[in-house]
């Protein structure tokens, strides 16, 4: 979880990941930001992101994501 | 029918409202879905027929692909590619027709005794380029597994029809627009009244403020030689106003009719003009193309394994945010493309999304070199001179898209944009000549009158305070004079009927 | 109950709405309405012509007054549908008498789409109840007497009625009139307004006349056919001055300002002068140069003369 929020802060310092949990309907997270992340994250916990997996729900807060990662990670 | 005539406003409306309440619950979705065909006819007559054959082919593909045993995907994709391609093939021929056998035919002109191929236009069903988007989407979903094929026919076929939407949008997703148009809530008070006053704020902006621009930009427009320097300025100004009190002034209208049903449509416009980049400014205006193109043409491409692997290797050669950029451009510029083309058929257009995609391009690659600079200047690029020192860049480019979009072809539009530094002369602003081209000195008079009111609203937007309910706590006599006055702006300083000349919805051709 | 309270809320607000734009209309309403006929002294006019823009830009009440002096109004309306013409001569003939009345016939075979047909018909109904819907824009008047419009207002009124167009644009596509035993039938909904007007004329004696103003563009034989068919068995005259134009004196290299489609105020000085022969030997209308009661006439036929001076044609 950890390693999540270092990566998330690296893209956008300026969001406050531990409580945010509207990150992509508020836009704190744009495109682009999405793109460098999934890469990252890839790298990072060695699992594969598809654009199915690019939904609101899997991404709004790190809590979700974190979620996502571990679902990933099982496969 | 159109959604500013009396006969949509004081008659369907009405009734479609009150046969909805008067209407058992479990049927009212069949109250909308026939309002919906009805005015459907009414507007495009037997092309309804491409309407009907696009909702059962996403229905049929739907449920095709429904039944689909998860383990055997080549199927899937096969179904989901044969219902996207029939919508594309739609436009293609439809709408693309004419160009693409002019292009197709300038081209083989090159040899000789190449044969010519025939030009035939045919009539394009209205909202083609609308409905289109929504049952591609439908079916992109399913696919993906956002969502589920859905059984009801009805269901699928009133989201496809939903009259507010058809015309001009805004884009729906299937979930959840297609259970809440399928529930048949009871009408609420609450909802008819803030809704109605929606309805009034829209048709304020696209009566009195777009449709009295028209006649300016159709006559700067139509003769470009003659419209330079002052005059194409004046030319981009215009245009862009009326695009935007047109398109989200119909938008008003649209949303605003269907909160009086009970049912809330995505927001299309967040006051655009705030933007301070180009990417901001796109999460602002047409919103809900903007996410159709990110949902489904962006994030599908730069998730493919193929660019992700394009993008892995530039990050691993030179740093992270050059592998960024490298795996955003294919994509970008597929975005940017079909946002152009999707807006019509023409080199204009084509030269819009292209505009664009240079702009959004340029910002992503001077993105880090900007903010390092700005930090080295200790410029606060959050406070307010800098921002609004942006939102005018922000307004050059637009106005420069803009041109460009309105402009009957890439040279004349180019050509007005030179003559803004070589055919300058302050005098026309005096000498009477914006008073020769449709429109006089009490037009420019309300128009002046009305966008201060427009840019007032939108402040109030920007900042958060809803009108309607800031409104909903006066008290009755005041509240009731306020919406009075703006039904009695409309119908005075409307641009219709007598003394006007009439007008057609930009973006109804689409 | 608070849904009757609300109830009550909404349909007070929307009467209380419509009485509001209602009481509009005292405010709106033009006084230059009707191309300005409404100015006319009551009873003073003779005839009267109406019809769609073929009649508003193609016939000349102040020629016809110059060569005859027969008092008359043009009333044609661009573009209108003969639902709104059978209303406008009803309103008209309110405040005067005329002995004939001209109808441009183009206008009878204008056809919208049903689907059109039904919204138009609506829209002029709830126009019709609510003027001030139609009249809206009048506040550019009210506010600036110097307005624009205004300024066309004189024209019109001195041309009594008449939109003066003085461009040319020639039509060259040689005869138009090719012989046919086919006939455009009249639409149901047309038809019906033609009857309705047909009778309101003869319940007043008054003497309907059809005709048809020279238009290559607008006109064919089909149409001919068909209208000299409803003349025949309602009775009526119908003069067809696209068999033989230049019976007439009409030059199509200078006679009209869009190609064929319309006549210009040169075409239209013609037309009237034939018009006016016609009401002089087949109507039985009486000089009226001379009286006090014409003495407008005459001050505005030296502006007429004075304005067409100095747009003679070629």
Not at chain 2, 300 to 310: D, E, G, Q, V
Not at chain 2, 315 to 338: D, E, N, S, T
Not at chain 3, 203 to 210: N, Q, V, Y
Not at chain 3, 226 to 236: T, W
């Amino acid at each position: 979880m950890e390693k999540l929020l270092a990566i998330l802060r690296d893209i956008n310092p300026d969001n406050d990941y531990e409580s945010a949990d509207h990150l992509i309907d508020q836009g704190l997270l744009d495109s682009f930001a999405i793109l460098e992340l999934v890469s990252n994250l890839e790298d990072a916990f060695g699992i594969s992101i598809t654009a199915t997996d690019l939904v609101p729900a899997n991404f709004n807060s790190a809590a979700a994501m974190w979620a996502m990662i571990q679902r990933l990670s099982k496969d | 029918m159109k959604y500013t005539s009396l006969f949509y406003l004081t008659l369907f409306l009405p009734l479609t409202l009150l046969a909805y309440q008067l209407c058992p619950q479990r049927h009212r979705w069949v109250v909308l879905l026939t309002a919906s065909y009805f005015f459907y006819f009414m507007a495009s007559l037997t092309l309804i027929l491409y309407l009907w054959a696009s909702t059962l082919c996403v229905y049929a593909v739907g449920l095709g692909m429904g039944r689909c045993d998860p383990l055997t995907h080549g199927r899937k994709r096969l179904l989901v590619w044969i219902g996207v391609g029939v919508h594309l093939a739609l436009l293609a021929v439809l709408k693309y027709g004419p160009f693409i056998a002019g292009v197709a035919n300038d081209v083989l002109a090159l040899w000789p005794a190449a044969p010519h191929l025939p030009v035939f236009k045919l009539a394009v069903p209205a909202g083609l380029s609308f409905f289109s988007l929504q049952a591609i989407s439908y079916l992109a979903d399913i696919y993906q597994g956002r969502t589920k094929a859905d059984t009801n026919l009805g269901r699928v076929a009133l989201y496809m029809a939903f009259f507010p939407t058809i015309i001009e949008g805004p884009i729906c997703r299937y979930e959840p627009t297609a259970a809440a148009l399928y529930a048949g809530q009871p009408l609420n008070h609450h909802d008819i009244a803030y809704g109605s006053q929606l309805l009034c704020w829209g048709l304020f902006k696209k009566m009195v403020i777009a449709d009295r621009l028209s006649p300016l930009v159709n006559n700067l427009f139509k003769n470009p030689a003659e419209s330079g320097g002052v005059l194409a300025v004046l030319a981009a100004v215009a245009c862009t106003i009326q695009l935007y009190a047109d398109f989200s002034g119909c938008i008003d209208i649209s949303i605003g009719t269907a909160q009086m049903f009970g049912i809330t449509l995505p927001q299309n416009f967040r006051q655009p003009f705030f933007s301070t980049t180009v990417t901001e400014f796109w999460r602002r205006w047409h919103i809900t193309l903007g996410t159709w193109l990110k949902d489904y043409i962006f994030f599908p491409l730069s998730m493919s394994p193929r660019i992700k692997a394009l993008g892995r290797r530039a990050k691993q050669r030179h740093g992270r945010r050059f592998g960024q950029i490298i795996q955003a451009i294919i994509p970008l510029l597929a975005v940017w493309m079909a946002n152009g083309i999707w807006h019509g058929a023409g080199w204009n257009y084509l030269f819009f999304g292209a505009y664009y995609f240079v702009l959004v391009m340029l910002g992503l690659i001077f993105e880090q070199p900007l903010e390092t600079l700005a930090a080295r200047l200790h410029i606060d690029r959050k406070a307010w001179p800098w921002r609004a020192l942006q939102m005018v860049k922000m307004a050059v480019i637009v106005l420069v898209g803009e041109l460009m979009f309105r402009a009957s072809d890439v040279a004349s539009g180019l050509a007005m944009l030179r003559s803004i530094f070589t055919g300058w002369d302050w005098k026309m602003l005096t000498d009477g000549t914006l008073l020769q081209h449709g429109i006089y000195g009490n037009d420019y008079m309300v128009l002046l009158a009305a966008g201060v009111i427009m840019l007032a609203v939108d402040i109030c937007h920007e900042a958060g305070i809803s009108l309607r309910d800031w409104a909903a706590r006066l008290r009755l006599p005041i509240r009731w004079t306020l919406y009075v006055t703006l039904i009695l702006l409309v119908v005075i300083f409307g641009a219709y009927g007598e003394g006007y000349q009439p007008v057609d919805p930009l973006y109804a051709n689409f | 109950m608070r849904i009757n309270k609300n109830i009550v809320k909404s349909v007070s607000f929307v009467v209380l709405t419509v009485a509001i734009i209602g009481l509009l209309t005292p405010v709106l309403a033009p006084t230059k309405v009707f191309n300005g006929v409404m100015d006319e002294p009551d009873g003073s006019l003779q005839y009267v012509a109406f019809g769609d823009s073929e009649c508003n830009a193609g016939f000349s009440p102040m020629e016809i007054w110059k060569d005859y002096g027969f008092a008359g109004y043009n009333c044609g309306v661009s573009a209108q549908r003969i639902q709104d013409t059978y209303y406008l001569v009803d309103k008209v003939l309110e405040h005067q008498q005329p002995q004939a009345i001209f109808l441009e016939t183009n206008l009878i075979y204008r056809h919208m789409l049903t689907v059109d047909e039904v919204q138009a018909s609506y829209q002029h109904l709830v126009e019709r109840m609510l003027p001030a819907l139609r009249f809206h824009a009048r506040w550019k008047q009210l506010l600036d007497p110097l307005a624009k419009s205004d300024g066309r207002d004189a024209l019109t009124a001195m041309l009594k009625g008449m939109r003066f167009k003085t461009d040319e644009k020639g039509y060259s596509g040689g005869p138009y009139a090719t012989p046919t035993d086919q006939r455009q039938r009249i639409g149901i909904l047309q038809r019906m307004y033609l009857d309705r007007i047909v009778k309101l004329c003869r319940s007043k004696g008054i003497t309907l006349i059809l005709y048809a103003s020279p238009s290559p563009a607008c006109w064919n034989m089909q149409r001919h056919n068909g209208l000299a068919d409803y003349a025949k068995d309602n009775g009526l005259s119908f003069i067809d001055m696209n068999l033989d134009p230049s019976a007439y004196g009409i030059d199509w290299s200078q006679d009209t300002y869009d190609g064929g489609d319309h006549l210009n105020f040169f075409g239209a000085t013609k037309v009237s002068r034939y018009l006016g022969s016609y009401l002089r030997d087949k109507s039985g209308l009486t000089d009226r140069r001379g009286q006090p009661s014409y003495e407008q006439w005459e001050r505005t036929l030296d502006d007429y003369l004075k304005k067409t001076k100095d747009v003679k044609a070629k």
